[in-house]
């Protein structure tokens, strides 16, 4: 369990960041998190083209190139020793005196740590399927940028696991789903993988990026379009993904069954080619 803070190798508990980082006074910061699975980075280049979005829609300029941060990111990786584990990067805007207006000028600081994550405990939640809860989205109007601003998900998903759920989805006024508290969420009717479309309502997840070429190969038919609770409730399937639970079936929303309450075809399809493509990358 390591982390790399301003160009230091540090076990966790020793590395630290100044009181007037913004990304602590501000949550002026964006980060990003990339799976590991038996020592290899999965859907890494995905990743690090996101993280140049976000930090470009905050005006933050990374110096380190993309060949940089991949060192970093891998010398990581092996000096921590892990085999599957998550790495979780931050950029923050940097230090400065508090003032909500930011200076030009001022140094990103690059933040990464790794830690082991058990990838199989999710295969019994595979198998099972989970529960969510709908919570109305109280998040800003620009969730598609990954920012660190996290505390209405914090807020939501503590709620959720309160209400015995894995996960919180979010609606919005009009009744649609957007996505969970930390994965984006879909339907299944009639055969057809439905999920929200990309928009500034939902964070552009990897692992959404990733299922939707991955059912499109498959010659599942998919549609990028809004969806409302009520239509959840009456599908076939529900699902969720994200880097953490590369997928898991939504087997309940709210305490009611989705379709027979059990994780149906079309889902145990998606898991088996999202498998598939995580051995295919990394070997697992
Ligand atoms: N939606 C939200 C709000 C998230 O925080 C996350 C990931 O943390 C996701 C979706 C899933 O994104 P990814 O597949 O890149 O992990």
Redo the contacts with the bound molecule.
């Keep these: 369990q390591l982390a790399y803070v301003d160009g230091q190798y540090l076990p966790m508990a020793e590395a630290m960041v100044p009181v007037e980082d913004r990304g602590l006074q501000f949550a002026d910061s964006i980060y990003e998190?990339a799976a590991i699975f038996d020592g290899r980075l999965l859907d890494w280049p995905e990743h690090l083209v996101?993280m140049r979005r976000n930090c470009a829609a905050l005006f933050i300029s990374l110096p380190q190139s993309d060949a940089v941060l991949s060192h970093i990111a891998r010398r990581l990786i092996a000096m921590a020793r892990v085999r599957d584990a998550i790495i979780y990067i931050q950029v923050t805007r940097g230090t400065a005196r508090r003032d909500h207006v930011f200076a030009p000028g001022l140094r990103p600081r690059l933040i990464m740590t790794v830690r082991r994550f058990d990838f199989r405990q999710r295969i019994p939640q595979q198998a099972k399927g989970v529960g969510v809860t709908t919570v109305p989205d109280q998040r800003w109007g620009r969730?598609d940028i990954?920012s660190t601003g996290?505390l209405a998900?914090v807020l939501a998903k503590q709620d959720a696991r309160a209400a015995g759920s894995f996960e919180a989805w979010f609606t919005g006024p009009d009744g649609t789903v957007r996505?969970?508290?930390?994965?984006?969420a879909y339907i299944v009717r009639g055969g057809t993988l439905i999920t929200h479309p990309l928009s500034a309502h939902?964070?552009p997840?990897?692992?959404?990026q990733s299922l939707l070429s991955l059912a499109r190969g498959a010659q599942i038919p998919v549609e990028e379009r809004a969806f409302h609770l009520d239509e959840a409730l009456g599908a076939d399937e529900a699902l969720l993904?994200?880097?953490?639970a590369p997928i898991l079936p939504v087997v309940r929303i709210d305490g009611l069954a989705v379709g027979s309450g059990r994780p149906g075809p079309i889902t145990a399809r998606l898991v088996e080619l999202v498998h598939a493509e995580i051995a295919r990358q990394t070997g697992w």
Excluded: H
Excluded at 179 to 184: D, F, H, L
Excluded at 241 to 244: D, G, N, V, Y
């Design positions: 998190v996101r969730v990954k996290l998900n996505e969970g508290g930390s994965t984006n939902i964070l997840g990897i692992a959404r993904t994200s880097t953490t």
